[in-house]
């Protein structure tokens, strides 16, 4: 935005557990802003933030989205705020994770009656992961049982008594607020003289530690100049030493003006450090520097069409003018640059290091493509989103809406990329995948309005495998003659169990050409297919060795595909005899729930054949690790969410296949039969 360097540019992330206020202390900061035509003041029941359907129906933050504005701070300095708005609903924290990549530093909202929740910490661990400077502001203080003191206290505790300091303080009447870092001396209340003192004085120590000769001056009981101390203490947040802790009041107002003064005043702006590329190596972020930017999100806006969101990391990005996506190779049109704030969508004169743009229309750009000037080979990392945890089989309920339900499904997708669609091999099902039921319901339901396709969805079938536990031999003669040349294909083979991942697992021991070299490789492919298809549920068969010791041919009638028929049968005889088993993938699961619920997830992972591996506190919370039979955890999302009143998660990675055991093995196999049955 013209008129403000970047060095006055403050881009951060608001984040927090869902129904700490997010939303609503960020209507309230965008009222304060001033702009006549943003709606969602604290006087209106319509949010700037949550405007989408989706969001209004579940009256909750489902998008990270991008809000700016010009701030007069307390100073008399302008700023530019980039703030980005995110989900604190467990099931989107893919949208947390996109939005903590790209921006400078962190606003974590805490509710001043619940304290730390899973939101809160799961917040905590994503700014953690990148060292990201942030701030805390617990909010809510005008509720009856908010408790500013206890709620400091848990953060102290949970996050370090020195490192996390109150800069912004609520008077004893709750009617007001005390700024320490531009309140003046006479001016705190005589009650509160005590206490901002200590405060001032351990800030003062925290801004000497940035510098060796600030350290040794403060030492030597000589005062710290205004500069000094302003310039060390934002040091101490840009390395997250110092965590500043703000109160304020969203529906009263209280204490936000005073939180934007200290955002800006301590956090970082794009220039304060250099951004590292793909390759670890340093790039400057000044506006004079090239152009070059990162796209964190892509969204098919009904309106628009494609929206291309980019982080401007460094330079000056113009309407109308050409730039490279380094990442596919090809070149771009930027058209118009626009500026989004919830619905409004206005044009942007220039876009500058720590923006948040998006660009409509781009031919060949997707997520995480790096935008830059022509000739520039800068390429930033890619953002890393978190395995899904939950998923559903799809299919259309109307016939002939394939081609319709796979172009929606891709769509979704590339709007939300922590949403997968997969296409299972094993079990012929199209899997859509994701972050929790209501992430899965959110998809689905978009879908139908925006592509107008009804899905119908259940419980994925469990993509099981079949082995072998002990050896086996097999013998097939194919031979078939039905007027000019015939068929004939005799193969021989033992088999025995091979171990994981062993590559080496056909053996040729033909000896005298009893199999002529040239029908080898057709033994081989038929040993491959026949490994497609059990004989328990008709599921692939892993980890077998195949020796092809004997066989004979006939000097007319062989040819490749019957020694591949041979082969393939030749093969089933033998796994029929090898005492073969049934497998079922095992899933590495750890959940994070506060003490209290302990005992109940102990228990229901005990009843899903769970096996505990470990347990311990971890960011306030209790962390259960354990291994489970993926077909047990379908169901827990929502379970997990019962038990604990959605303040628990989970994440969940696939470990290994295991065998299944012997009455649950013959359920499954009884059913698989049925279905054979059934459609023959």
Known sequence: MK??????????????????????????MLHILGTNDRVGSPDDKSSMADWTPEEQEHEISIWAKPFDGVYTAASGKQRRFVVLDTPGYADFI????????????????????????????????????????????????????????????????????????PVVLPTADGKSEVDILNTKAEDVPEDMVDTVKAIKDHLIELAAETDDALMEKYFEGEELTADEFSDGLRKSVHSAHLIPVFAASAKTKIGVKETMDSISRL???????????????????GETEPFAGLVWRSVNDPFVGQLSFVRVYRGTLKPNSEVMNVTKGAKERIGNILFVNGKKQTDCAE???????????????????????????????????????????????????????????????????????????????????????VHLDVTLENIKNRSKVDI??????????????????????????????????????????????EEEWFVN???????????????????????????????????????????????????E?????????????????????????????????????????????????????????????????????????????SELRSITGGRGSFEMDFNRYDQVPGNISQKVIAAAQKEKEQLD
């Open 3 to 28: 008129g403000i360097p970047i060095s006055g540019t403050r881009n951060f992330t608001l984040m927090g557990h869902t129904g700490s206020g997010k939303t609503s202390l960020l209507d309230v």
């Open 509 to 559: 021991s033909i000896v005298g050409g009893a199999i002529p070299s040239n029908f080898i490789p057709a033994c081989q492919k038929g040993f491959n297919e026949g490994m497609q298809k059990g004989p328990l549920v008709g599921a692939p068969v892993i980890n077998v060795k195949v020796d092809l010791y004997d066989g004979s041919y006939h000097d007319v009638d062989s040819s």
């Open 267 to 285: 956090f970082p702006s794009p220039e304060d450090y250099p951004v590292k590329c793909a390759d670890d190596e340093e790039v400057a972020t």
């Open 456 to 501: 119908d969805r259940r419980t994925p079938r469990v993509a099981y495998m079949e082995t072998i536990t002990g050896n086996g031999e097999g013998h097939y003669k194919h031979k078939k003659q039905s007027g000019g040349r015939g068929q004939y294909g005799d193969c021989y083979v033992r088999i025995s169990p091979a171990a994981e991942g």
């Open 94 to 165: 893919g949208q947390l994770t996109a939005a903590a990549e790209v921006t400078d530093a962190a606003l974590i909202v805490v509710d001043a009656i619940s304290g730390i929740q899973v939101g809160t910490s799961r917040a905590w661990k994503v700014c953690q992961k990148r060292n990201l400077p942030r701030g805390i502001v617990i909010n809510g203080l005008d509720k009856d049982e908010a408790n500013f003191d206890q709620a400091l206290a848990a953060i102290k505790a949970q996050w370090g008594d020195t490192r996390c300091v």
């Open 351 to 437: 876009a500058k290091a720590g923006d948040i743009i998006a660009i409509p229309k781009l031919k060949n750009t997707e997520l995480n493509d790096t935008l830059a000037a022509a000739g520039s080979s800068i390429k930033f990392k890619a953002i890393v989103f978190p395995n899904p945890v939950t998923a559903y089989a799809v299919e259309p309920k109307t016939k002939g809406d394939e081609d319709k339900i796979g172009m929606a499904l891709r769509r979704a997708a590339a709007d939300d990329p922590s949403i997968r669609i997969e296409r299972n091999v094993e079990t012929h099902e199209t899997i859509l995948c994701g972050m929790g039921d």
């Open 561 to 637: 595909v019957a020694f591949k028929i041979a082969g393939s049968r030749a093969l089933h005889l033998a796994i029929e005899q090898a005492n073969p088993v049934l497998l079922e993938p095992i899933m590495t699961v750890k959940v994070m729930v506060p003490d209290e619920y302990m005992g109940d997830i102990n228990g229901i992972l005990n009843t899903k054949r769970g096996r505990i591996l470990g347990m311990g506190p971890e960011d306030g919370l209790q962390t259960i690790t354990a291994e489970v039979p993926q077909v047990e955890m379908f169901k827990f999302c």
